[in-house]
């Protein structure tokens, strides 16, 4: 029998209409685009201002942007995966939501959350669940409203993070297309390095944590940098060593857009070339787990099929990992 490989099919995403520019964050806290930029290659990212609305909102939006570009059937899906670091509300799982508002109404849902890699985790639960062949259609869904636990007068985090979505459909492939292997690692030591204090179990929000402004991010950003370009780059070095891959292989690095550094940094470790990098951190900033959905969305008409793609990420926790992808489809 044909090996069952796991491949992205279908792409949509969601950005959402208002921006924030360095211009706009000079007004806020100290700092100034030049510095913005040196330092992280970001010049503007997406705010969601509708009232009410999450990260759900976002996921829904870039959900139907998949069903309407593929014209799938939502009943067909099996799985809605939403990863995410801020979920509409605890408890109450998002992505049930979110599948029942798309009309995946045959579909079970879960949330998925390992900060920053919470997407490429993701991949790789849809990929094992195609893989297992007992289910034909799974849709896995990124979206973040950071700027919902973001301090906008504090200038080392609120320069960073946007809001946006984008999500991926993941079907069965037996051309050797998709999912080729994976490196996944996770090491608690960052447990203290970037978090939000309040709000979970250890330190229910109170009138104190709220005027202590402990349910915003707090990122000790050197050590973070420090943990992120060595680990992203060890991987990406790793899955390449794995597979027998030469830098010549591959086609495509798609890295988590955490940082413009980081990410060359990762690419130069790996020995590509800039004009293999794929890269829009400068228009959304950091999205947390949009950014590898919203790279393939932004990139879908260069990608071609056969092509070699390596994914890398690192977040909170500290969470971390690579992964190596053939890309399944020509857009046209």
């Given amino acids: 029998m044909t090996k069952i490989h796991a491949a992205i099919t279908a792409i949509g995403c969601y950005l959402p209409e208002d921006k924030l520019t360095n211009t706009d964050l000079e ?13 992280t290659g970001i010049k503007e990212r997406r705010i969601l201002k509708e009232p009410g609305q999450g990260s759900s909102y976002m996921a ?8 309407e570009k593929s014209n799938i059937d939502p009943k067909d ?7 995410s670091a801020t979920p509409d509300m605890p408890v109450a799982t998002s992505g049930v939501y979110v599948a029942t508002k798309l009309g995946a109404t045959n579909a079970f849902a879960f949330d998925l959350q390992a900060a920053c890699s919470s997407f490429l985790y993701g991949m790789s639960v849809a990929s094992s669940y195609i893989e297992s062949g007992r289910y034909k259609k799974v849709l896995l869904i990124g979206a973040d409203k950071m700027s919902s636990i973001i301090d906008y007068t504090d200038r080392a985090t609120c320069i960073i993070f ?3 979505a984008g999500a991926v459909l993941f079907e069965p492939n037996h051309e050797g297309l998709g999912v080729q292997d994976e490196f996944l690692r996770s090491d608690g030591i960052g447990r203290e390095f970037l978090k939000i204090e309040a709000g979970g179990s250890i330190l229910p929000a109170s009138a104190e944590t709220v005027a202590n402004k402990q349910h ?7 050590t973070v940098f420090k943990y992120a370009v060595s680990n992203m780059a060890d991987v990406g070095e790793k899955i390449m060593q794995r597979n027998n891959l030469s830098h010549d292989d591959i086609t495509w690095l798609a890295a988590h857009q955490a940082n413009k550094r980081i990410i060359d940094a990762t690419a130069h470790r790996m020995g590509l ?23 393939l969305c932004d990139f879908e008409d260069q990608l071609k099929k056969g092509d070699n793609i390596i994914f890398a990420t690192f977040g909170g926790g500290f969470t971390w990992g690579a992964m190596y992808l053939k890309w399944a489809y020509n857009k046209n």
Avoid: C, H
């Fill in 27 to 39: 007004k806020l806290v100290d700092t100034n685009d030049e510095w913005i930029t040196a330092r």
């Fill in 60 to 67: 829904i939006k870039a959900g139907e942007n998949l069903i």
């Fill in 77 to 83: 899906i099996d799985l809605v995966i939403f990863a």
């Fill in 162 to 164: 946007g809001d946006a």
């Fill in 216 to 222: 915003y991010v707090f990122q000790d950003g050197k």
């Fill in 273 to 295: 070339d800039d004009s293999k990098v794929l890269m829009n951190i400068q228009r959304y900033g950091n999205t947390t787990s949009a950014t590898l959905p919203l790279l």
